[in-house]
C-alpha cells in the first residue's frame, strides 16, 4: 500500500510554509529524502507558529510519507498519528482515511496485522461513506493483503473480487492491475500442494477452504495408516 498526501494544499495565507512544503514534495518525488525532509520539518514549524492545525496536519502527514519510503516505518507512523486527531478535529473524513491508510501500511510493514486490520478497515468505512469508491477499492486490496497472509483466501478472493468489480467500472487501470495481481496470487496459492500445512497452524473456522483443506489432510492420514503395513511387509 502506497502511502498518499492529503489532497488539500496548505493555507493561501501562509506563503512560507506552503512554498517548504511543495520544495519538500519536489525533493521526496525526486528521491532526495534527506533534503524533503528538512523542507517539511520548516513546514511543520512554520504552520504551529501560524496556528493552522490543517497545515499541520498536512506537513505531517508528508513527514511519514517520507519515513515510509526511507523504510523507517516507527517513524512514519508517529508521524501519521501525530496528524490523525488533527484531520478528526477537522471534521474532514477523506482526510482521516488518507491517513489512517497509510497508518495502515505502516503497521502492515512493521507485521501489526492486527493493527493493520483495525486502521484500513476504519479507512474503507470512510471512503464508503464520502463516496470514494476507486480509494475504498483501495483499502479493501489492502484487506486482502492481510486475509491472504492470515490463510484466509477465501476471504482475500472476495475483497480483490470486490476492488475488481469496482475498479473496472470506475475504468481505473493501474489499480485494476493491481487487483488483478492480487487476486492471481491468490488463486496460486489455492493450487500450491505443499502448503497444505498451512491450516494446522493458520486456523479459519468460517473459511469453506479451512474445511476441504483439513478433509484433505485427515483423509490423506487414514490412507497413509492404511497402507503403512504393506510397506513392513517382507
Same mark, same amino acid.
Given at each position: /500500500?502506497? @502511502?498518499?498526501? &492529503?489532497?488539500?494544499?496548505? &493555507?493561501?495565507?501562509?506563503? &512560507?510554509?506552503?512554498?517548504?512544503?511543495?520544495?519538500?514534495?519536489?525533493?521526496?518525488?525526486?528521491?532526495?529524502?534527506? +533534503?524533503?525532509?528538512?523542507?517539511?520539518?520548516?513546514?511543520? !514549524?512554520?504552520? !504551529?507558529?501560524?496556528?493552522?492545525?490543517?497545515?499541520?496536519?498536512?506537513?505531517?502527514?508528508?513527514?511519514?510519507?517520507? !519515513?515510509?519510503?526511507?523504510?523507517?516505518? &516507527?517513524? /512514519?507512523?508517529?508521524?501519521?498519528?501525530?496528524?490523525? @486527531?488533527?484531520?478528526?478535529?477537522?471534521?474532514?473524513?477523506?482526510?482521516?482515511?488518507?491517513? #489512517?491508510?497509510?497508518?495502515?501500511?505502516?503497521?502492515?510493514?512493521?507485521?501489526? $496485522?492486527?493493527?493493520?486490520?483495525?486502521? *484500513?478497515?476504519?479507512?474503507?468505512?470512510?471512503?464508503?461513506?464520502?463516496?470514494?469508491?476507486?480509494? /475504498?477499492?483501495?483499502?479493501?486490496?489492502?484487506?486482502?493483503?492481510?486475509?491472504?497472509?492470515?490463510?484466509?483466501?477465501?476471504?482475500?478472493?472476495?475483497?480483490?473480487?470486490?476492488?475488481? /468489480?469496482?475498479?473496472?467500472?470506475?475504468?481505473?487501470?493501474?489499480? #485494476?492491475? +493491481?487487483?488483478?495481481?492480487?487476486?492471481?496470487?491468490?488463486?496460486?496459492? $489455492?493450487?500450491?500442494? *505443499?502448503?497444505?500445512?498451512?491450516?494446522?497452524?493458520? *486456523?479459519?473456522?468460517?473459511? %469453506?477452504?479451512? +474445511?476441504?483443506? *483439513?478433509?484433505?489432510? #485427515?483423509?490423506?492420514?487414514? #490412507?497413509?495408516?492404511?497402507?503403512?503395513? %504393506?510397506?513392513?511387509?517382507?
Amino acid at each position: /500500500a502506497q @502511502p498518499r498526501a &492529503p489532497g488539500d494544499p496548505l &493555507p493561501e495565507r501562509d506563503f &512560507p510554509s506552503r512554498l517548504e512544503n511543495g520544495l519538500g514534495l519536489v525533493r521526496m518525488t525526486q528521491g532526495r529524502y534527506d +533534503e524533503a525532509e528538512q523542507h517539511l520539518l520548516n513546514s511543520l !514549524r512554520f504552520v !504551529r507558529e501560524s496556528g493552522s492545525r490543517r497545515g499541520v496536519m498536512v506537513a505531517l502527514s508528508n513527514l511519514g510519507i517520507v !519515513r515510509n519510503r526511507r523504510g523507517d516505518f &516507527p517513524g /512514519a507512523l508517529r508521524f501519521y498519528e501525530e496528524a490523525l @486527531p488533527l484531520a478528526v478535529l477537522a471534521g474532514d473524513s477523506q482526510q482521516q482515511a488518507v491517513i #489512517l491508510n497509510n497508518i495502515g501500511g505502516s503497521r502492515y510493514q512493521l507485521g501489526d $496485522l492486527d493493527g493493520a486490520e483495525a486502521a *484500513w478497515t476504519e479507512a474503507h468505512r470512510l471512503r464508503l461513506a464520502v463516496g470514494d469508491t476507486s480509494g /475504498a477499492a483501495s483499502t479493501s486490496m489492502n484487506l486482502g493483503l492481510i486475509l491472504r497472509r492470515r490463510g484466509d483466501r477465501e476471504g482475500a478472493l472476495r475483497c480483490f473480487d470486490e476492488a475488481e /468489480a469496482v475498479l473496472r467500472r470506475l475504468g481505473s487501470l493501474n489499480l #485494476l492491475a +493491481e487487483a488483478l495481481s492480487g487476486r492471481g496470487n491468490v488463486l496460486l496459492d $489455492l493450487g500450491r500442494p *505443499w502448503a497444505i500445512w498451512h491450516p494446522m497452524i493458520m *486456523w479459519q473456522p468460517h473459511s %469453506i477452504m479451512f +474445511e476441504v483443506a *483439513w478433509c484433505v489432510i #485427515l483423509y490423506t492420514t487414514v #490412507l497413509f495408516m492404511e497402507f503403512l503395513p %504393506i510397506g513392513f511387509e517382507k
